[in-house]
């Protein structure tokens, strides 16, 4: 299909010649060759015809000089890629020289005069229409002057009636060419609004489509979490389910290991209520948000060892200042803080878990480290991603580290985890903080 639209593609593109930046050089080329051509006819009028008979040599040879002059000059200085003169001062020359000629070669009965629409057309199509039929009056009005003055042998009322006639027809070009521009002009302001609606239309659809993939998407996401979610739910019910029938039949006594396994199904189905419930904290609460309120270091320490279920044998803890109250919602902070020791606490083993506090500027830093396996380089960045699980976690609902992902950014703060020396991971916070 790719190949086939390609095809198309190279069959629609259009040649060099063809472009838009090509039609302007082509026309002003064809209109440079049209001058010249008009140039090179005055001597060929004055040599084909009587014109130049009852002209003075001493008049006529250097007005057809300027003329071949002016329109070479004007073909040299486009082939050389000069800038073009002035708009008023190619009319003003335009006009000057073909009145001039008119003059020197029969006055209002001149073949030159075929010259004179030519001028106004070009006029026309560089000024406004009505600036366009002021110059095409002005024009009649002088060639009609040159030819009372120019043309002896026929009675004044017949000249004047000649130059009346090409008045009128100068005027007659002028708004002709006057309509033509407006024609074009509205069909090229139709064409670029079309070309805008079609645009801005085809914009609507394209951010109507992505909007419907990221809606899909998140649809999806979210059902593929309520999934997991069941899963992991489901598990732990089937299995206490099964023991509590055991115990209330009485067929057998009821085994210690049983006892160990329900309050394990238990702190299980607890850790996921903490999840859902995070889940709904950092995607925005329906009971809004939780005020601003102190709390002291120290206390948060404490609370956090207990929350994550650790024994006074495992705790290590550094507080600096040791009396330093921070101003923050303290609902996010803990649970960030007892979901992070209480992963760090699950893969310790035995080994005690450090929490480290400390106020920098406004800023609070916290540091869990542990003594656990630890994780390879390239799966530190992988861990915070939703359902993502590793090691004994593996095939769990993988939102724990997640959650806690989406509660620090929710402060504004910023998580990281590295290896630590002699084994372990060892998680970052850094958190803005007002402080009391």
């Known amino acids: 299909m790719s190949d086939r639209r390609s095809g198309e593609h190279r069959r629609r593109a259009p040649r060099p010649d063809d472009g838009d930046a090509a039609w302007p050089r082509r026309d002003d080329f064809t209109a440079l060759s049209i001058r010249v051509g008009v140039v090179l006819s005055l001597p060929a009028l004055i040599l084909t015809t009587d014109a130049g008979d009852q002209a003075d040599p001493r008049v006529l040879v250097p007005v057809v000089a300027v003329t071949l002059l002016y329109g070479f000059a004007m073909l ?28 020197v070669t029969g006055g209002a009965y001149s073949l030159f005069i075929a010259v004179l629409p030519l001028v106004v057309i070009a006029a026309s199509l560089r000024e406004e229409p009505r600036r366009s039929v002021g110059f095409a009056l002005g024009l009649g009005i002088a060639f009609t002057v040159i030819g009372l003055l120019a043309t ?14 090409w ?7 002028a708004g002709l060419v ?3 521009t407006r024609r074009l002009h509205q069909g090229y302001e139709a064409a670029a609004e079309s070309r805008a609606e079609a645009i801005a239309e085809r914009a609507a659809l394209v951010e109507e489509r992505d909007l419907r993939a990221r809606l899909l998407e998140s649809q999806q996401a979210r059902l593929d979490g309520l999934r997991v979610i069941l899963h992991e739910f489901r598990t732990p019910v089937v299995s206490m389910s099964a023991l509590v029938r055991d115990a209330a039949s009485g067929e057998r006594p009821v085994q210690p290991a049983a006892f160990a396994l329900l309050s394990a199904h238990a702190r299980h189905l607890e850790d996921m209520l903490d999840g859902l419930a995070d889940v709904a904290l950092a995607e925005g609460s329906p009971i809004g948000r939780v005020r601003d309120r102190q709390i002291r270091l120290a206390e948060l320490v404490e609370s956090v060892f207990d929350g994550a279920g650790l024994g006074p044998e495992r705790r290590l803890c550094t507080v600096r200042p040791p009396d330093a109250t921070a101003i923050c919602e303290p609902q996010r ?14 893969v310790s083993g035995a080994a005690p878990v450090e929490l480290w506090l400390v106020r920098d500027k406004d800023n609070l830093v916290a540091e869990i480290r542990d003594r656990g396996p630890g994780l390879p380089p390239d799966q ?14 593996r095939g769990t609902s993988g939102l724990g580290l997640w959650i806690v992902e989406q509660l620090t950014s929710a402060m504004d703060g910023r ?18 903080m007002r402080w009391a």
């Open 380 to 393: 530190l960045g992988l861990v915070t991603r939703k359902y993502t699980s590793f090691g004994e976690r």
């Open 178 to 180: 006057g309509v033509f």
């Open 152 to 165: 002896p042998l026929t009675a004044p009322p017949e000249r004047f009636f000649v130059g009346l006639w």
């Open 167 to 173: 008045t009128f027809y100068l005027l007659a070009t």
């Open 415 to 432: 998580l990281t985890l590295e290896q630590r020396r002699g084994g372990g991971l060892v998680a970052r916070l850094v958190l803005p």
């Open 76 to 103: 040299s200085a486009r082939l050389a890629g000069l800038s073009d003169p002035p708009a008023w001062l190619v009319t003003a020359a335009d006009t000057l020289l073909s009145l001039i000629v008119c003059a």
């Open 333 to 346: 902070l803990r649970r960030i803080l007892v979901n992070l020791t209480e992963n760090a606490g699950r």
